[in-house]
């Protein structure tokens, strides 16, 4: 299994709040993704990192910042958390970028009541 | 900018029926095609892709895809589904911008 985890695992927070996940990986890939899946709208892409400082949007990055200050971490946030960001997050990695076979981290539940 | 359609959210067959998932992309560039398969209470992983080469492309579990470029598919199929295939299949995408596009999702429902 890839070297890839993701933390928290489960979290619930109020509207408004701010929230960080965290993507550390071992398998010093230079690509990661954030998706978030949802029923009816399978995987989206939030934003993905092509390295140290690189950064780039996805489809839905709207309301979600990133930061990659290292290889192996990639970080999530959202600076004040609403409803409709309530869903699993996974963290994906690569060593090839849009040619390699993703790597997938176990997901991180999160409810915003 | 890139978008994957998968056009059946359910696909039901019956055990050691064949089975086809349908794929369309949209690129006005040259495209590489993957499929990924989420089993119950698991994560996603690789089932096939295409890069280049053959546009037939297959898997260790007797899935196929071809890729045809005509017509913007992606379509995987297997000529006999068995119950442990019960799964959801996602076909995605990438261009040379390394964003990896999702569908969004076909659950195979296999019945006895």
């Known amino acids: 299994d890839a070297g890839i985890t993701q933390s928290p695992r489960h979290k619930v927070t109020e509207t408004g709040t701010p929230v960080t996940l965290r993507c550390h990986q071992t398998e010093n890939h230079r690509y990661m993704y954030w998706y978030r899946q949802d029923p009816g709208h399978g995987l989206r892409l939030i934003h993905y990192s092509y390295g140290v400082k690189d950064t780039d949007k996805g489809e839905v990055s709207d309301g979600y910042s990133v930061s990659r200050s290292k290889t192996e971490d990639f970080l999530l946030t959202l600076e004040s958390a609403t409803s409709s960001q309530t869903s699993v997050y996974f963290c994906a990695i690569t060593a090839k970028g849009g040619t390699g076979e993703l790597f997938f981290g176990e997901g991180s539940r999160l409810t915003v009541l | 900018a890139q978008s994957v359609t998968q056009l059946d959210s359910q696909v039901p067959v019956f055990e050691e029926a064949p089975v086809e998932l349908r794929c369309n992309y949209s690129s006005s560039v040259s495209v590489y095609l993957f499929w990924y398969v989420q089993y119950p209470n698991q994560g996603l992983q690789l089932l096939l892709k295409?890069?280049?080469?053959?546009?037939l492309v297959e898997s260790i579990n007797g899935f196929e895809a071809e890729f045809n470029k005509s017509q913007t598919s992606f379509h995987l199929r297997k000529p006999s589904v068995h119950i442990s295939d019960t799964a959801e299949y996602f076909c995605?995408?990438?261009?040379?911008?390394?964003?990896?596009?999702f569908g969004k999702g076909t659950r195979l429902h296999i019945l006895p």
């Open positions: 295409y890069l280049s080469g053959s546009t």
């Open positions: 995605a995408v990438s261009v040379s911008d390394d964003k990896i596009i």
